[in-house]
T-cell receptor, first 113, second 109 residues
Framework: NAGVTQTPKFRVLKTGQSMTLLCAQD?????MYWYRQDPGMGLRLIHY???????AKGEVPDGYNVSRLKKQNFLLGLESAAPSQTSVYFC????????????FGPGTRLLVL | SQQGEEDPQALSIQEGENATMNCSYK?????LQWYRQNSGRGLVHLIL?????REKHSGRLRVTLDTSKKSSSLLITASRAADTASYFC?????????FGKGTSLLVTP
């Protein structure tokens, strides 16, 4: 099992460009999450999904959109990238609610110039 | 919002020593989890302790939970250089987890 995978690993964008980050999990988990990690800030939840076809906003959703068309995939989109979105993005999945263990991907490092 | 807060922010010890890091949180919980993050990698789950448990062990890890003080501690015994990482506590926040800012542990040979 690959667990949770993320593509790409690293990307440089210019301000105003768009991109999609892909997260895939092969553990048949219902819940999936997108976090961003910035120095000194810990992890902050962007969006999450409690099942195929569902999405919900987290703590810092502005400037991002998500889709969960298939149970195994959770996409994070940036429609018009801003320098403030420079960060490391982590995807995670879990079998159930926040009382379950979360399994993290390796991260995507994004630099917006 | 980040409910858990780790202390200290950074810790430097020598191999063989024990490392203790603490987590304080604000509201009642059903469980608390600890995660490790090696530099440039994703978080890895270490241990989950439920609100009705006071102590839990996993290998060289010992976690305690004091719900009356709303605090938890993670003890790593006989530290190794490979334990160098950031350690995060996480508490429930609705459907997701709230992570603290982490303790950065450096273990020198």
């Amino acid at each position: 099992n690959a667990g949770v995978t993320q593509t790409p690993k690293f990307r440089v964008l210019k301000t105003g460009q768009s991109m999609t980050l892909l997260c895939a999990q092969d553990m048949n988990h219902e819940y999936m999450y997108w976090y961003r990690q910035d120095p000194g800030m810990g992890l902050r939840l962007i969006h999450y999904s409690v099942g195929e076809g569902t999405t919900a906003k987290g703590e810092v959703p502005d400037g991002y959109n998500v889709s969960r068309l298939k149970k195994q995939n959770f996409l994070l989109g940036l429609e018009s990238a801003a320098p403030s979105q420079t960060s490391v993005y982590f995807c995670a999945s879990s079998r159930g609610t926040a009382q379950e263990t979360q399994y993290f991907g390796p991260g995507t490092r994004l630099l917006v110039l | 919002s980040q409910q858990g807060e780790e202390d200290p922010q950074a810790l430097s010890i020598q191999e063989g020593e024990n490392a203790t890091m603490n987590c304080s949180y604000k509201t009642s919980i059903n469980n608390l989890q600890w995660y490790r993050q090696n530099s440039g990698r994703g978080l890895v789950h270490l241990i989950l302790i439920r609100s009705n448990e006071r102590e839990k062990h996993s290998g060289r890890l010992r976690v305690t939970l004091d719900t009356s003080k709303k605090s938890s501690s993670l003890l790593i015994t006989a530290s190794r250089a490979a334990d160098t990482a950031s350690y995060f506590c996480a508490t429930e926040g609705g459907y997701a987890l709230n992570f603290g800012k982490g303790t950065s542990l450096l273990v020198t040979p």
